[in-house]
């Protein structure tokens, strides 16, 4: 059997894998295009991507469904397909995971604010993100990650609704920008409070992934942030590739697979138990963060 990763995480150093989106561009997917269609219509892609990121090493492979509550799939008129989708986006990656490896199904944001300052309540949030957990855990997920988010608010709804339908790890991470010397996220939330606020909802394993406009030092500094507040709590980082510039009509990061590399050498001293990337990471960046 399985040991359940928020155990596994602090008996080993554990690597995260790195950006989907980028690599589905890079096999044709079209900005703006329902990246969960490809679980149905072009699920070797996938499968694809989630093999290259194993084969470089990472041990924690995320499902292709970060915009896939029904209210994100809504958008593009997709919404009768939400379980269906789901449940394929966990088996494709449970293919590449392997029985050594751990699948995180992925929840992102719901792509709107709660009450009051906006129109979805509490029990609307929880039956979409129930809705896609259920099928995320049916489909062959070993934890839940709620990601990427910048409301405490939301991440809590998020947690409480994986525990309550699921007996799975659940791991809550927010993206953080500097705002002025600290990091917060675009709620305005600190580190502390966002990180005291996942732990208080019952996340398994809490940290941070993404970054608006993060160079590789800041992402040190949030990392000593989040090791203080988590206290006993397992930690994680999934760091973008350094800070986006602008370059021949698309978005560019920087830093080299040694950069990351060395990255991840830091945030393990600094006592992260799981180190991933975000936006603009590669299997070649993730090959030599694993090695490390």
């Known amino acids: 059997m399985k040991t359940p990763l928020d155990q596994a995480c602090l008996a080993e150093p554990l690597t995260c894998d790195g950006a989907m989106g980028t690599q589905l561009i890079q096999r044709g997917m079209s900005p703006g295009e329902c990246g969960m269609r490809w679980n149905a219509e ?3 892609d996938i499968r694809a991507v989630h093999q290259d990121y194993r084969d470089a090493g990472c041990r924690l492979i995320i499902t292709n469904s970060f915009g896939g509550t ?3 799939l809504e958008r593009h008129g ?4 939400t379980a269906e989708w789901n449940r394929l986006a966990a088996k494709i990656a449970a293919d590449a995971a392997g029985p050594d490896g751990w699948v995180l199904g992925d929840v992102g944001p719901f792509g709107d604010f709660l009450e009051p300052m906006g129109e979805t309540t509490t029990e609307e949030l929880e039956a979409i993100f129930r809705e896609q957990i259920e099928a995320l855990a049916a489909g062959g997920a070993d934890a839940i990650l709620v990601e ?3 409301d405490p608010a939301e991440l809590t709804v998020g947690v409480k609704t994986a525990r309550q339908v699921t007996d799975l790890p659940v791991v809550a991470t927010y993206a953080f920008q500097d705002s002025g010397g600290e990091f917060r996220t675009m709620m305005g939330t600190t580190v502390a409070d966002a990180i005291r606020a996942a732990c208080d909802a019952g996340a398994s394993i809490v940290g941070s992934n ?6 590789l030092e800041n992402y040190l ?3 000593e942030q989040i090791v203080a507040a988590a206290g006993d709590i397992p930690t994680i980082l999934q760091p973008n590739a350094g800070a986006p510039r602008n370059a021949d009509g ?3 990061y920087d830093a080299t697979p040694e950069d990351m590399a060395e990255l991840a050498r830091k945030l393990r001293e600094l006592g992260i138990h799981i180190i991933g990337g975000c936006c603009g990471t590669s299997p070649a960046h993730l090959a030599a963060m694993a090695r490390v």
């Not at 997709?78 to 397909?81: L, V």
């Not at 993404?210 to 160079?215: A, E, H, I, Q, R």
């Open 42 to 44: 072009r699920p070797d």
């Open 70 to 72: 029904r209210s994100m």
């Open 78 to 81: 997709e919404g009768g397909h």
């Open 148 to 150: 990427t988010m910048s």
């Open 210 to 215: 993404c970054g608006t406009d993060l160079s």
């Open 221 to 223: 500094k949030l990392g």
């Open 250 to 252: 698309g978005v560019v």
